[in-house]
T-cell receptor, first 111, second 120 residues
């Protein structure tokens, strides 16, 4: 029940395309859903986050869609760029303490 | 502002040796987390502290691992004795209200750049 499932494991997108990564959780007590971006040799960096009282949050080219009833949330990257090539992790937490991370999606954006 | 600082960045040592990883959280943050990242298991939470007190160490793999936070600006993760299967990248992260920041009930974690540990 503490798991966060994430798909796909890897994703290849053409420059300018839309990248979509999906996550699902079981624990309804989770109340915070961040997405992290990780480049090789670096730690994960917060990209965007959402709370379950909203269904969508947009920051620039990055959008989180949240479906509370289905216990699913997704990251959409519009106009994907080669610089977006990285590993993306979804996560969920309760009270900002018990963070659980998905297994990650390796995104490659082709020029 | 300085982020989370981890040292060393790389550590190569022989099986059986003691390994100590260090972390300096962001000033003002009151929660600190230690993670291990491997290809097979992804990001695993090992232990986290709140106000220097260990809250949940259920992720610590075995008694060979120990973590301390003697004050708000420093934490260590120690492995003694080390084994080849401990080879991984170890991350420290902190969260909380830093200086000048607005408080939210859920605070994002800020990660260091990790320590790449290789046990031969």
């Amino acid at each position: 029940q503490q798991q966060v499932k994430q798909s796909p494991q890897s994703l290849i997108v053409q420059k300018g395309g839309i990248s979509i990564i999906n996550c699902a959780y079981e624990n309804t007590a989770f109340d915070y859903f961040p997405w992290y971006q990780q480049f090789p040799g670096k730690g994960p960096a917060l990209l965007i986050a959402i709370r379950p009282d909203v269904s969508e949050k947009k920051e620039g080219r990055f959008t989180i869609s949240f479906n509370k009833s289905a216990k699913q949330f997704s990251l959409h990257i519009m106009d994907s760029q080669p610089g977006d090539s990285a590993t993306y992790f979804c996560a969920a937490s309760r009270g900002g303490q018990n963070f659980v991370f998905g297994p990650g999606t390796r995104l490659s954006v082709l020029p | 502002d300085a982020g989370v600082i981890q040292s060393p960045r790389h550590e190569v040592t022989e099986m059986g040796q003691e390994v100590t990883l260090r972390c300096k959280p962001i000033s003002g943050h009151n929660s600190l987390f230690w993670y291990r990242q491997t290809m097979m298991r992804g990001l695993e939470l090992l232990i986290y502290f709140n106000n220097n007190v260990p809250i949940d160490d259920s992720g610590m793999p075995e008694d060979r691992f120990s973590a301390k936070m003697p004050n708000a600006s420093f934490s260590t993760l120690k492995i003694q004795p080390s084994e080849p299967r401990d080879s991984a990248v170890y991350f420290c992260a902190s969260s909380g209200r830093g200086q000048g920041e607005v408080y939210y009930s859920n605070q994002p974690q800020h990660f260091g750049d990790g320590t790449r540990l290789s046990i031969l």
